[in-house]
């Protein structure tokens, strides 16, 4: 392999497997995946309190919808790449005939597509995992007392664990998603080692921008810190 293919495998490995890492330490600071927790918590602690859960299971239905329909997608993917990736010569022929892919042998071709087949493995079982979380926190839901003579201190550890098996669950789905991102980074590698490394800055820096400087973003760190000020009154 090239030098300067091995250099931005690396970078790409790096950036995608100590992402979660960067993100902690942006966290310091406050990131959207730190700041929905709160929220998530606040509303795992009002879904105890209230007499009907059946909107509470309704969102969480359309989440784990969500994640079911990517997890679908996901698998559809890695057909598509394990095809071409087994496809043998016929595969590395027709995409070594288009000018602007960059793959020299065919070593170098079934590299490329492992690593993207690798990086879509890895999203699915994120994906999976969110989905069984999600199915522990219904149960958490269903299980919750209702009624005025259930225990407030009871009730309240209820919506303790459902807020953090949601979060959980969640924080999966959102590294199954970010997966896709660094799917098509690692797709840039067809196109040449620089095209990956710019794909692989932007990816990140995109993901990094949308966590903390993106308007969904700020306003939900507003709202974070007035849960977090009605917390301490």
Same mark, same amino acid.
């Given at each position: 392999?090239?030098?300067?293919?091995?250099?931005?495998?690396?970078?790409?490995?790096?950036?995608?497997?100590?992402?979660?890492?960067?993100?902690?330490?942006?966290?310091?600071?406050?990131?959207?995946?730190?700041?929905?927790?709160?929220?998530?918590?606040?509303?795992?602690?009002?879904?105890? +309190? +209230?007499?009907?859960?059946?909107?509470?299971?309704?969102?969480?239905?359309?989440?784990?919808?969500?994640? @079911?329909?990517?997890?679908?997608?996901?698998?559809?993917?890695?057909?598509?790449?394990?095809?071409?990736?087994?496809?043998?010569?016929? @595969?590395?022929?027709?995409? @070594?005939?288009?000018?602007?892919?960059? &793959?020299?042998?065919?070593?170098?071709?079934?590299?490329?597509?492992?690593?993207?087949?690798?990086?879509?493995?890895?999203?699915?079982?994120?994906?999976?995992?969110?989905?069984?979380?999600?199915?522990?926190?219904? &149960?958490?839901?269903?299980?919750? /007392?209702?009624?005025?003579?259930?225990? /407030?201190?009871?009730?309240?550890?209820?919506?303790?664990?459902?807020?953090?098996?949601?979060?959980?669950?969640?924080?999966?789905?959102?590294?199954?998603?970010?997966?896709?991102?660094?799917?098509?980074?690692?797709?840039?590698?067809?196109? %040449? /080692?620089?095209?990956?490394?710019?794909? &692989?800055?932007?990816?990140?820096?995109?993901?990094?921008? +949308?966590?903390?400087?993106? /308007?969904?973003?700020?306003?939900?760190?507003?709202?974070?810190? +007035?849960?977090?000020?009605? %917390?301490?009154?």
């Amino acid at each position: 392999m090239p030098l300067v293919d091995l250099a931005a495998l690396v970078f790409f490995a790096a950036c995608w497997l100590f992402y979660e890492q960067l993100l902690r330490l942006l966290s310091r600071n406050a990131v959207l995946n730190t700041d929905m927790t709160v929220v998530r918590a606040a509303w795992m602690r009002e879904m105890a +309190r +209230r007499e009907s859960r059946f909107m509470d299971g309704q969102l969480l239905g359309h989440a784990l919808n969500s994640a @079911s329909f990517f997890a679908s997608s996901n698998l559809l993917l890695i057909a598509a790449a394990a095809g071409v990736l087994f496809g043998g010569e016929r @595969s590395f022929a027709s995409l @070594s005939s288009l000018q602007v892919i960059q &793959t020299s042998t065919r070593m170098m071709f079934e590299l490329q597509m492992a690593v993207i087949l690798v990086v879509l493995a890895r999203s699915l079982l994120d994906f999976i995992w969110s989905i069984r979380q999600m199915n522990y926190c219904l &149960t958490i839901f269903g299980a919750t /007392p209702e009624g005025e003579d259930a225990d /407030p201190a009871m009730t309240a550890a209820f919506g303790e664990a459902g807020g953090e098996v949601l979060n959980q669950s969640l924080s999966s789905f959102n590294a199954g998603v970010r997966g896709y991102y660094f799917a098509l980074a690692a797709a840039a590698w067809m196109f %040449g /080692p620089i095209a990956m490394t710019l794909a &692989t800055v932007g990816a990140v820096s995109l993901l990094v921008w +949308r966590q903390r400087g993106s /308007p969904s973003a700020k306003a939900i760190r507003k709202l974070r810190a +007035r849960l977090e000020s009605q %917390g301490l009154d």
